[in-house]
Nanobody
Framework: QVQLVESGGGLVQAGGSLRLSCAAS????????MGWYRRAPGKQREFVAT???????NYADSVKGRFTISRANAENTVYLQMNSLKPEDTGVYFC??????????WGQGTQVTVSS
């Protein structure tokens, strides 16, 4: 069983920064990618960013240039550096891990609130 534990959420003013972390533990084999999704109040969960084991990154258009995803492969940890935060970035951020092509795991989520 794989567990994902997120940390780093909180309350920040618009224009500020936060750094999210997600540590994966358990029986982990052949990780394809790790990433972040978010769910804003009253909306469906949406893609934010992913990073492959080889370091290839992908971002949602809404966060390009402001967010940076990185990964420490040896520790099975993924980070999301969020700068120039906007109120519309508010939501619950979920860590995601895809392994062996079809094994999909989710964290419990961490709340990010950006005040105007």
């Amino acid at each position: 069983q794989v567990q994902l534990v997120e940390s780093g959420g909180g309350l920040v003013q618009a224009g500020g920064s936060l750094r999210l972390s997600c540590a994966a533990s358990g029986s982990i084999f052949s990780i394809d990618f790790m990433g972040w999704y978010r769910r804003a109040p009253g909306k469906q969960r949406e893609f934010v960013a992913t990073v492959t084991s080889s370091g290839i990154t992908n971002y949602a258009d809404s966060v390009k240039g402001r967010f940076t995803i990185s990964r420490a492969n040896a520790e099975n940890t993924v980070y999301l550096q969020m700068n120039s935060l906007k109120p519309e970035d508010t939501g619950v951020y979920f860590c995601n891990l895809l392994a062996a092509g079809s094994l999909n795991y989710w964290g419990q989520g961490t709340q990010v609130t950006v005040s105007s």
